[in-house]
């Protein structure tokens, strides 16, 4: 075996060495919980009861949405992104990237793609040989180009994406309340043991660490699920918040943000009764997501232009557009206008775009 394979495969084992720590932690809180405090510590058979209830209840949610997170494979762009044959190689006959970009350009012609590099070049993957639909990205670490890429995560071993974005903030939801419910449950135990109002026996240690490391969790894990949330609403990935997405019209961090309760749809669904689930609903196939830069007033477009002279070149400049039936994404259903009320947003007509 070549060296190299060897270290690819050493690779993909420690890869999983953080989620084997999350594994281990959860697997021995489950049992400092139920054994060592409910079973040999609470004496009050209702407490343990009731207890138990409402522990396992959101130890079930908290495994099966981390169990999600980490077995949903990331979802990847379809076969119309791929270069033809032909396309193919004469893209790679061809030296300058002049020539190159025209050859892309005629392939995205007909593609719903409406942003490009920073550098106004058509977004195009060398290593999966294919045309990045919008906000897709590629994953050096799962070596695939991924849909609504937000990160790759390694407490979960996977990229962050169209695929399970939901499943994720769920995890992160769901842990925090799993935290919380035992840090809050353990502490009066906590205090006992510390007071000694409690026997001196080997339950008290576990009790003791059961709610520093909840407690640590928590703290650490609110952060993340607020900032994501944050994400939720403006909709954006954490790579969009670093870098805007560039359309026609220059850069703009709020190009894919339809409004707070549409963002939110987005992700979770039209129903709501399986927004708490970690099921699939988001809305969207993955490639095409409503944009409100897709379509710009022409009049509009044009005092922009007058006011900005530096930007008139890309509001004028060819760019492959394709309208996209509305029928493919539900959030403009009933709607012909999106309305921003952010300080610096303004009313547009709706579009859709392609993204992860």
Same mark, same amino acid.
């Given at each position: ?9 050493? =690779? ?27 079973? @040999? ?57 002049? !020539? ?85 449950? $353990?502490? =009066? ?27 640590? @969790? ?16 403006? &909709? ?26 549409? &963002? ?38 044009? $005092? ?7 930007? !008139?070149?890309?509001?004028? =400049? ?39």
């Amino acid at each position: 075996m070549a060296p190299s394979h060897v270290l690819k495969c050493c =690779q993909k084992v420690l890869a999983w060495v953080p989620v084997a720590f999350i594994a281990l932690v959860v697997a021995w809180s489950y049992y400092a919980y139920v054994v060592e405090l409910c079973v @040999f510590t609470i004496s009050s058979t209702a407490e343990k009861v009731v207890y138990l209830v409402v522990f396992h209840l959101s130890f079930v949610m908290f495994v099966w949405s981390y169990g999600k997170t980490i077995f949903t494979s990331p979802a990847t762009p379809s076969n119309e992104f791929c270069l033809s044959k032909a396309d193919k190689e004469q893209y790679e006959k061809e030296e300058r990237p002049e !020539s190159q970009q025209e050859i892309l350009r005629r392939a995205a012609k007909d593609l719903p793609i409406y942003t490009t590099t920073a550098s106004r070049a058509i977004r195009y993957c060398d290593r999966c040989q294919l045309i990045k639909p919008d906000r897709c990205h590629h994953c050096s670490a799962c070596d695939v180009c991924v849909l609504k890429m937000d990160h790759h995560c390694p407490w979960v071993n996977n990229c962050v994406g169209f695929s399970n974005y939901k499943f994720f903030l769920l995890f992160l939801m769901y842990s925090l309340l799993y935290c919380l419910f035992v840090a809050a449950t $353990v502490l =009066q135990y906590f205090i006992k043991f510390w007071t000694n109002e409690l026997p001196d026996t080997h339950a008290k240690f576990h009790v003791l660490f059961l709610f520093f490391v909840a407690a640590m @969790f928590f703290i650490s894990i609110l952060s993340l699920f607020s900032y994501h949330c944050w994400l939720v609403g403006k &909709n954006r990935s954490t790579i969009e918040t670093f870098r805007a997405p560039t359309f026609r019209n220059g850069p703009d961090k709020n190009g894919f943000s339809l409004g707070c309760s549409k &963002n939110l749809r987005e992700v979770f669904g039209d129903e709501k009764k399986y927004w708490l689930l970690p099921i699939f609903t988001s809305l969207g196939d993955g490639c095409n997501f409503p944009t409100r830069l897709v379509i710009m007033d022409p009049e509009q477009l044009t $005092v922009s232009s007058q006011n900005e002279p530096a930007k !008139s070149s890309v509001a004028n =400049q060819s760019f492959p557009t394709r309208p996209l039936s509305e029928s493919q994404n539900r959030l403009l259903s009933g709607d012909c206008q999106w309305v921003e009320t952010g300080p610096e947003e303004e009313n547009v007509k709706s579009g859709f775009c392609n993204t992860f």
